[in-house]
Nanobody, 132 residues
Framework: QVQLVESGGGVVQAGESLRLACKVS????????VGWFRQSPGKEREGVAA????????YYADSVKGRFTISRDNDKNTLYLQMDSLTPEDAAMYYC?????????????????????????WGQGTQVTVSS
């Protein structure tokens, strides 16, 4: 059974940082593209960042470029998201996701990061709250 478990969320003030982690099991981690999504109440889920299998190719939504850094540790089967200079607009439930066995394509549309097809594997989410 594929499982993704996020951790690291919390309550911070604007300008502070958080580091999210996603521990993956049930698949060969180094063979899959992985990434982060977020969703706040009343808004649609949006892609935040994604990273290919080797870790050297990274993608970010325009809203987080320069502030967030995605990385992966294939030896630990763990995905990370370093979030710096957080703003209230970053407050959301953050989910990690892993691709399926087929090909995956990352696209940009109006500054948004799109992942197609939709990842089949998801974590339960970790809450990030940012106060001003």
């Amino acid at each position: 059974q594929v499982q993704l478990v996020e951790s690291g969320g919390g309550v911070v003030q604007a300008g502070e940082s958080l580091r999210l982690a996603c521990k993956v099991s049930g698949l060969t981690f180094e063979d899959y593209a992985v990434g982060w999504f977020r969703q706040s109440p009343g808004k649609e889920r949006e892609g935040v960042a994604a990273i290919y299998t080797g870790g050297s190719t990274q993608y970010y939504a325009d809203s987080v470029k320069g502030r967030f850094t995605i990385s992966r540790d294939n030896d630990k089967n763990t995905l990370y998201l370093q979030m710096d200079s957080l703003t209230p607009e970053d407050a959301a439930m953050y989910y990690c996701a892993a691709s399926g066995s087929g090909s995956v394509c990352f696209l940009f549309e109006g500054g948004k990061l799109l992942w197609t097809p939709t990842p089949p594997h998801w974590g339960q989410g970790t809450q990030v709250t940012v106060s001003s």
